[in-house]
């Protein structure tokens, strides 16, 4: 069976990633800029993700897979994310040639340094 990732993992309504444009931190490697903002509204909720992957990583195809790659990062990691927290990821060009690895350790870099991670 296929997993399927929860919408309520999933930042899904353009206020939601304006809100954590406006008013979140910061933190960046060459391959993600990730943008986090802790909701006090949402304190007891589970972290929720938005991703943003441009046309300029490649074709929909490998487009397809960096999603698939952050999704499942993103999955594994939830357990240690603190609650309440919203963040939106915007992958940059490198991000085609990195591997699942790379990408873990760009993800996991940024969430430590927004203290987003036990």
Request: overall charge positive; some cysteine.
């Amino acid at each position: 069976m296929e997993f399927r990732f929860p919408p309520v993992a999933r930042l899904r309504r353009k206020s939601d990633f304006d809100r954590t444009f406006r008013t979140g931190r910061r933190a960046s490697t060459p391959l993600l800029l990730v943008v986090g903002s802790r909701d006090p509204s949402r304190e007891s909720e589970r972290p929720r993700i938005g991703l943003a992957v441009s046309r300029k990583c490649g074709n929909a195809v490998v487009r397809n897979l960096i999603r698939r790659r952050l999704k499942e990062i993103f999955r594994l990691a939830q357990p240690r994310l603190l609650p309440g927290w919203d963040f939106v990821v915007v992958t940059r060009p490198d991000c085609a040639k990195a591997t699942y690895a790379d990408l873990r350790f760009a993800m996991h870099a940024c969430w430590e340094r927004l203290g987003a991670i036990e």
